[in-house]
Every structure is written in C-alpha cells, then in structure tokens.
Nanobody
C-alpha cells in the first residue's frame, strides 16, 4: 500500500494557474500508476489525468486536454498536476489515486486502491 497526500489547491480567478502535488510514502512509488480525479458538489468523481509508472505515458480527460499537464518525479515520490487557463467549471476537490501497475493505466476510479484526502480547487469568474 502507498499513502498519498495532496497539496497545492486554492482559490484563484479564471485564467490563472495552479500546480497540485501528490506526495507518496509507504511503498515503491515507481511501481504505481497515478491519476488525478476530481469531484464537484452533487457530481460523480471524474477522471482528470493519469500517468503510468515510468512516466512515459499520460492520458487526459477531454475537458482538460491542452490546459493540464501531469508529470512525475520518481526520485521525489511525487506526481504533479499543472493546471493552466483554469475555468470556473474546474472547481472541485481534486484527489490523487494510485494503483500498483508496472505497465497499465486506467481511467475508472474503481481501478485505484489508494487515495489521498483531496485538495480543494476553487476558480471564480
């Protein structure tokens, strides 16, 4: 199992940028696929971006493609989500999730067994 802690959320205006971080501990981080999900009030948790264990493959939801970028630093046991050109509809709690997987990457939240506590992102118009 791996423990995850998100940070970097905040309150910003539309058009601004934020960088979220997801720090991991408790297991060999480089064996895990990592994803960011978000959940807005009254809505289901949705996939935002994911990265495979080596960092060589990334996948994005259509709603964030071209604005968000996911990356990882396995030496620091950290995954980042750079969010640019933020919109009010990006407002949500953002969660980091991990699943032991040397190769695969998935977008379904049920595939991931390890979750952080979440960090709030609020974008005002």
């Amino acid at each position: 199992q791996v423990q995850l802690v998100e940070s970097g959320g905040g309150l910003v205006q539309a058009g601004a940028s934020l960088r979220l971080s997801c720090g991991a501990s408790g297991s060999t981080f480089s064996w895990y696929a990592i994803a960011w999900f978000r959940q807005a009030p009254g809505k289901e948790r949705e996939f935002v971006a994911g990265i495979n264990s080596s960092g060589g493959r990334q996948y994005y939801a259509d709603s964030v493609k071209g604005r968000f970028a996911i990356s990882r630093d396995n030496a620091r046991d950290t995954v980042y989500l750079q969010m640019n050109s933020l919109k009010p509809e990006d407002t949500a709690i953002y969660y980091c999730a991990a699943q032991y997987s040397p190769v695969a990457l998935a977008t379904a939240p049920t595939w991931y067994n390890n979750w952080g506590q979440g960090t709030q992102v609020t974008v005002t118009s």
